[in-house]
């Protein structure tokens, strides 16, 4: 027998193979003996790191181990200062790393908080509460509404039981369990009605089950597996930025020492260009680079949380940004998990109903024009039995509202119960019609249960003049079978076949609009009839409606994926509900064409191999009925094409896939522990709106990033070309070590950090996603780079040639080019601001933060020219007026050059036209 499908065999199958007796249960000599075999009914996790050894990994970054070596050297010249501000650039980086990655390791403890505190059990022939964690294979579970369910177990007695296992099959509505039946081997997860499974609740009924698996046997265990197995691969930032740090190091620690050797070569003393190549070396690597990064990404994550996003994982906004695939959860995040009437057939006529949700706010619809249910008799008719032939409760902020104290506008409007009932009731209240206001004139005095058998419910009430009738709602075939009348709104007439054929029509036209339709019916009983109901008296019904619902999509979310299309980003929706429902609430989100798009089953996706999967991916919109290893499947392949996957979901189902995708993204309020823990973004308001906000954010980071990665390495490139063409002309140094380190620390420090968080560009979200492939040099940024950088070194050389040529004065000409290489970095820093628009199109007071960072450097910089403590310090002279205008003619016409191309350049059709793939 094959122990792991429980759901293919007979419940005494499992009874005697888990040595149990379903009237007394296990003895407890026998619990002890199997939770010795078994174990505790709870999660494992991983032994956890210890904090310290978060905090050490953050320095093991080639370029942390750098910078650790420029502070070293910066100490041996006894440029202390900026020893210090390096240290303290890497240390700060470290503790934002750590406080981040400590946090991220946590799936499996919230796992442990998902299981259930205590569960009811039979032992030694009592029924006992225990708690969940000592649960054991063999256990008698005793089940009622209500109750979270601790283990996985096969049913064996059942009395109209529902479980509602959203979290882990992904299905809107409770599901109907049935003990006496079996199921296929291969029987997804979601139809095996004979099972119960761990982190699921029982929203109705009662039953009994023998525990065939606890702990990381259970479906829940499984994904706790799934959730360990799946590893985090580098964001796209960390790789580029990995990438070009080693780039950088490398290329600028070449250029120094051609250039000390040059300087050697031309008769240079040996000390003077050992350490003049140590200090280029310290000033060209961009050891600003992880600062800047860091706290652009950590304010883009204080932005987002005041757009109701909390961001887990820094890296995780840029990511966003860059994102090409947006796979959702249907049920609570493209929907409102909410199940809403939206059509009715009644007396020939169909109505449609307004609202969301359960509020109880809604009109009615006739021919597109609002409509009175109060002026039709089959309509009223209809939502009467829908709300007396049900047993749910709607409730105003979880109590029960009656009478004048109930009001229509109000909000926080909930239903205790099953939700298909909840939206007949919801859909009564539309009209006027409330359960407790009809039962002071007639009375409820038997019942007949749903059974997934008859497929039906039926109720009898007890008029005010002592009549009796019997009301009945379910499947409208089984219904109709059952009757002979119709109620036309005025009388009882034989149901004929056209009228058949009429009904059958406006069911097929609801189905295929994949709306749950409940067929509704009556029947006058006699006085004999109504003491003792039973099945039998369910015939010569009279037909009164159908009744169509759905849990309907959210409209902010129709609104987002709209904005995602704009934006280049295809959505898909991973759900395991129905093929037909899955497909009527894509194609009403607008994320599904019949001509152009694809839906693929569970049992499909089984049927295809990993290359076929990844083959059709990219055309498949819609993927329904799936398991969670289905879910990684589909992400995997995505991922196979190139694509950056975000994930969204809510519940324990959804956590592997979350975890495996390149940003996994958890809703805030429905959302279960497990799928926040495994998540990198946790969305407050549940709105899928939300992340459309963080893709802004995202493309705004990265582009401040190119921004800062094109100002640094173009004045980076422009200070070693000075030092390189001065020393290749046989010209003395232009600039001293300690200048040298000095013009690093006032360019690359605060204007460089205001560039870190300008406003994004107007068209940010006009523009297809990056290629996840492409280089962050692309788009002609190398270009910008090289040639300013050139632009800056010859303009600091000519300064320097001219005034030592021309005055003989080296001290001077060292200072005046000193002065432009810093002015010729601060002027360029605005241009830096946009790639496609010009300072005076962007507006240079748009970016305070920069104005103030710029007015800063400058007073630095004129306060070790000024300053005769600093001036001795640094070798400096002091500048007449004139030396003043020449510095700045000659550091702004690079300024003014890219403005006038930039202004010449541009015109209202080429504004956007930038390629970003």
Request: some cysteine; proline content about 4%; glycine content about 8%.
């Amino acid at each position: 027998m094959n122990s792991d499908k429980w759901y293919a065999r007979t419940a005494d199958e499992a009874i005697a193979f888990w040595q149990t007796n379903p009237y007394d249960g296990l003895s407890s000599s026998e619990v002890k003996a199997r939770l010795n075999k078994f174990g505790f009914n709870q999660m494992a996790e991983k032994p956890p790191e210890p904090w310290w050894k978060y905090f050490l990994a953050q320095f093991q970054d080639f370029m942390v181990l750098v910078l650790l070596a420029a502070t070293l050297i910066s100490a041996f010249l006894g440029e202390y200062s900026d020893a210090i501000t390096i240290l303290a650039i890497v240390i700060i980086n470290a503790i934002l790393g750590f406080i981040q990655e400590y946090r991220a390791e946590r799936s499996m403890q919230a796992l442990k908080q998902l299981a259930a505190p205590t569960a009811r059990v039979i032992r030694n022939g009592m029924i006992q509460q225990v708690a969940a964690r000592e649960l054991v294979p063999g256990d008698i579970l005793v089940l009622e509404a209500g109750d979270k369910i601790a283990a996985d177990g096969r049913l064996i007695d059942d009395h109209n039981l529902e479980v509602e296992e959203a979290a882990l099959t992904g299905e809107s509505l409770p599901v109907r369990k049935v003990a006496n039946r079996q199921f296929g081997e291969n029987a997804p997860l979601g139809d095996r009605k004979n099972m119960i499974y761990a982190g699921t609740s029982v929203t109705r009924g009662r039953g009994k089950a023998v525990v065939c698996a606890t702990g990381m046997r259970t479906e829940v265990g499984h994904i706790a597996g799934l959730i360990q197995a799946s590893e985090e691969a580098d964001t796209p930032l960390e790789r580029r930025l990995e990438n070009l740090g080693r780039w950088l190091v490398w290329g600028c620690l070449a250029i120094c020492f051609v250039v000390m050797v040059t300087g050697i070569f031309k008769g240079e003393p040996l000390f003077l260009m050992l350490m003049s190549g140590i200090s280029l070396a310290v000033a060209a690597i961009p050891e600003g680079l992880p600062a800047i990064v860091t706290v652009s990404l950590a304010l883009g994550v204080q932005r987002m949380i005041k757009r109701n996003a909390i961001v887990r994982k820094l890296p995780a906004v840029e990511t966003l940004g860059c994102t090409t695939v947006i796979c959702s959860d249907k049920t609570g995040t493209l929907t409102q998990n909410a199940m809403t009437v939206r059509r009715i057939y009644a007396g020939g006529q169909l109505f449609d109903v307004s609202g969301t949700g359960y509020d109880i706010k809604g009109e009615f619809f006739l021919n597109g024009q609002e409509f009175d249910p109060k002026k039709d008799k089959s309509l009223q008719q209809c939502l009467l039995i829908g709300t007396l032939c049900n047993n749910s409760v709607v409730k105003q902020n979880n109590v029960s509202i009656t009478g004048l104290w109930r009001r229509k506008n109000g909000s926080g409007w909930t239903v205790e119960g099953d939700p298909t009932e909840g939206a007949l009731v919801v859909a009564a209240a539309k009209a006027g019609i409330w359960r407790e206001t009809v039962e002071r004139m007639q009375s409820r005095t038997a019942e007949i249960p749903f059974e997934s058998e008859r497929r039906r419910m039926s109720v009898v009430y007890r008029m005010a003049d002592g009549s009796h009738a019997l009301y009945v709602k379910g499947a409208p075939d089984t219904v109709l079978e059952l009757c002979r009348y119709y109620y036309n709104g005025t009388t009882e007439v034989p149901l004929t076949p056209e009228l058949v054929a009429s009904i059958t029509l406006a069911n097929e036209s609801m189905t295929s609009q994949a709306l749950r339709v409940l067929a509704v019916a009556y029947r006058n009983l006699s006085p004999a009839e109504a003491v003792n109901v039973s099945d039998a008296d369910e015939r010569e019904l009279v037909f009164v409606g159908l009744i169509g619902m759905i849990d309907p999509p959210r409209e902010e979310a129709k609104r987002a994926i709209a904005l995602c299309k704009q934006a280049g980003i295809k959505t898909v929706m991973i759900t395991g509900d129905h093929r037909n429902t899955a497909i009527a609430i894509a194609k009403e989100l607008q994320m599904y064409k019949d001509d152009s798009d694809k839906a693929l089953t569970g049992a499909e996706l089984d049927a295809l191999s990993d290359v076929q999967l990844a083959k059709i991916a990219n055309q498949v919109s819609v993927y329904a009925r799936v398991s969670p290893a289905h879910k990684l499947q589909i992400v995997r392949a995505l991922r196979q094409n190139g694509h950056i996957v975000a994930m969204t979901g809510d519940g324990v189902n959804d956590a592997p896939a979350i975890k495996e995708a390149d940003i996994g993204i958890a809703m805030g309020i429905t959302g279960t522990d497990v799928s926040k823990e495994a998540s990198s973004m946790v969305l407050l308001d549940d709105n899928f709106a939300t992340i459309v906000g963080a893709v802004e954010e995202g493309r705004g980071i990265y582009d401040n990033i190119r921004k800062f990665i094109r100002y640094l390495l173009s004045c980076n490139i422009g200070e070693v070309l000075t030092m390189f063409i001065a020393a290749l002309a046989g010209m003395p140094l232009p600039l001293l070590p300690v200048q040298i380190l000095w013009v690093n620390l006032v360019t690359d420090g605060l204007p460089a950090m205001a560039l870190g968080v300008d406003p994004s560009d107007p068209d940010i979200m006009n523009r297809p996603p990056r290629h996840p492939a492409e280089s962050i040099f692309s788009r002609g940024l190398i270009r910008k780079i090289v040639t300013r950088g050139i632009q800056i070194g010859l303009s600091t050389v000519l300064v320097f040639a001219a005034v030592y040529y021309w005055k003989g004065d080296l001290p001077l000409a060292r200072t005046m080019a000193f002065s432009t290489l810093v002015f010729c970095q601060l002027f360029h820093v605005f241009d830096c601001r946009s790639e496609v628009l010009t300072i005076h199109e962007i507006g240079i007071l748009t970016n305070k933060f920069l104005v103030l960072a710029v007015c800063c450097s400058i007073t630095m910089q004129l306060a070790v020219i000024y300053i005769p403590i600093l001036r001795g310090i640094f070798e400096t002279a002091p500048l007449s007026l004139i030396d003043w205008v020449c510095v700045l003619v000659v550091s702004g016409w690079t300024f003014i050059l890219s403005t006038l191309r930039h202004f010449l350049r541009r015109s209202p059709g080429r504004r956007y036209a930038v390629s970003y793939r």
